[in-house]
C-alpha cells in the first residue's frame, strides 16, 4: 500500500473550502512577501500613531473625557459614590451641583 503524502497548506485551505470565488486564499496571502513587506511598515505605524495620540493628550480632546489630573475638583476631592439607598436622586443632583 502507498503512503500519501501529507497536504500543504495550500492544498488543505483550497480543499476545505466548498467552492472558489477567484481570490486568493489566506495562506496565499500569509506567505507572500509582498504581504510582509507592507504589514512590516503599516502595523508598527499604527501602534506609534496611537502611541503619539494618547501621549500627547490629543485622545482626551478628540473624546472630552478629563484628563489624570482633572478628575477632582479643589471643592471636590471624594469619589461621588451613592451612599443613600432611598435619596438617590438627592445625592446626585447633588453631585451634578459641584461640575
Same mark, same amino acid.
Request: charged share 15%.
Given at each position: 500500500?502507498?503512503?500519501?503524502?501529507?497536504?500543504?497548506?495550500?492544498?488543505?485551505?483550497?480543499? !476545505?473550502?466548498?467552492?472558489?470565488? #477567484?481570490?486568493? !486564499?489566506?495562506?496565499?496571502?500569509?506567505?507572500? @512577501?509582498?504581504?510582509?513587506?507592507?504589514?512590516?511598515?503599516?502595523?508598527?505605524?499604527?501602534?506609534? *500613531? #496611537?502611541?503619539?495620540?494618547?501621549?500627547?493628550?490629543? *485622545?482626551?480632546?478628540?473624546?472630552?473625557?478629563?484628563?489624570?489630573?482633572?478628575?477632582?475638583?479643589?471643592?471636590?476631592?471624594?469619589?461621588?459614590? @451613592?451612599?443613600?439607598?432611598?435619596?438617590?436622586?438627592?445625592?446626585?443632583?447633588?453631585?451634578?451641583? !459641584?461640575?
Amino acid at each position: 500500500m502507498e503512503s500519501i503524502p501529507p497536504l500543504t497548506v495550500q492544498e488543505y485551505v483550497e480543499l !476545505s473550502m466548498s467552492g472558489s470565488t #477567484g481570490e486568493r !486564499s489566506f495562506a496565499d496571502i500569509i506567505t507572500s @512577501i509582498r504581504y510582509w513587506v507592507i504589514h512590516s511598515i503599516t502595523i508598527p505605524s499604527l501602534f506609534i *500613531a #496611537g502611541w503619539l495620540f494618547v501621549s500627547t493628550g490629543l *485622545a482626551y480632546d478628540v473624546f472630552g473625557s478629563p484628563r489624570p489630573n482633572e478628575y477632582f475638583t479643589e471643592s471636590r476631592q471624594g469619589i461621588p459614590l @451613592i451612599t443613600g439607598r432611598f435619596d438617590p436622586l438627592a445625592q446626585l443632583d447633588e453631585f451634578s451641583r !459641584s461640575f
